[in-house]
């Protein structure tokens, strides 16, 4: 176990250099900040100054090295246009971006996942089909269109919910939380329903191809025969076989949630990492849209290496073949 943990955390660096490489140098190579950040009516030894002062003017590898070495000690640049470290801009936006994709896998898991075994339990029957007709219009319908449909709805016709922001928030650990007062979850409603349908949809086929596929064993059959009731008989045989692989997918569509929620965080109005990293992209300010691509990368990394230890709690095969 211990061998295979530190084989993933070795190839989960060699991962974070390469990606760093890519990332990097595809920033690098779009457009030219200093032009942004100068007067228009800047000289050209101002806007060498300018260049220099960035350190804009050396050869995109020397920019990569100086970058390489900084990192290593939690630098990641300074914005262009907030003149901040560019981590500590990602770290203010974290909380809200969590909040959100949180939201969004705790409905997925509390939703799709129970809907998909419920379903899975009774095959052909009209509730499957039904569920199953809904499921394709949530994994095809795109999401910014489910988010505007709620915001007409909800927000404009019937009033119920905010179109946009965040709402009052509540300090906990030094994190700015607005789940935690009912105003505050009142905007966290449209936004965490938009990011979550898509996923909610995908937790219930997966969890109803996984229900079908272990009912149809020979241990579920012979626990049926034995008299075993349907409520235990899915806590003790079902479920646990079923959730192997929802927690990979689940886990990885955590940091798709964080990664991508961009989209939901630009339609309200959401101060997030997403609509940080809009406007960052918009304002040719390399350094927070190369930190954001590596604390994003440096996420999807930490949550593959829990997921494999997930993997080996779950499935006592893997602990035994890997002693």
């Not at 709620?150 to 905010?162: A, N």
């Not at 954001?292 to 990394?301: E, P, R």
Request: include cysteine; charged fraction near 15%; charge should be neutral.
């Amino acid at each position: 176990m211990l061998e295979m943990l530190l084989k993933r955390v070795a190839q989960s660096l060699a991962v974070l250099l390469l990606m760093s490489c890519i990332a990097f140098a595809g920033i690098n190579l779009v457009g030219d900040p200093v032009h942004l950040l100068v007067p228009p009516n800047a000289t050209p030894d101002e806007i060498a100054r300018a260049s220099k002062a960035l350190g804009l003017d050396l050869p995109v590898y020397e920019q990569y090295g100086r970058f390489l070495r900084n990192a290593l000690h939690g630098d990641l640049g300074h914005s262009f246009v907030f003149n901040r470290p560019a981590i500590d801009l990602i770290f203010e936006r974290m909380p809200a971006t969590f909040e959100l994709a949180t939201s969004a896998l705790l409905l997925a898991l509390l939703i799709g996942v129970p809907a998909g075994m419920w379903i899975g339990l009774r095959p052909g029957s009209r509730a499957h089909r039904l569920a199953m007709g809904i499921s394709v219009l949530g994994v095809t319908v795109p999401s910014f269109w489910i988010g505007l449909i709620l915001i007409l709805v909800f927000s404009v016709t019937l009033g119920w919910f905010p179109s946009g922001g965040r709402g009052p928030t509540v300090e906990v650990l030094g994190m700015q939380l607005s789940f935690l007062t009912m105003e505050g979850l009142s905007y966290l409603v449209l936004p965490a329903l938009t990011l979550a349908l898509h996923h909610v949809a995908l937790g219930l086929r997966m969890a109803e191809a996984g229900t079908r596929e272990v009912a149809m064993q020979e241990y579920v059959k012979f626990a049926r025969a034995k008299g075993v009731g349907p409520a235990r008989l899915m806590l003790r045989h079902i479920a646990p076989n079923v959730m192997i692989p929802i927690v990979t997918f689940m886990g990885i569509e955590f940091g798709h949630l964080v990664a991508y929620s961009l989209i939901t965080e630009t339609i309200f109005a959401w101060p997030g990492m997403g609509k940080l990293i809009i406007d960052s992209v918009l304002q040719l300010d390399r350094p927070v849209v190369v930190a954001y691509l590596m604390v994003v990368l440096v996420l999807y990394v930490l949550i593959n290496l829990i997921v494999d230890i997930l993997y080996l709690v779950l499935d006592p095969r893997l602990r035994s073949s890997s002693v």
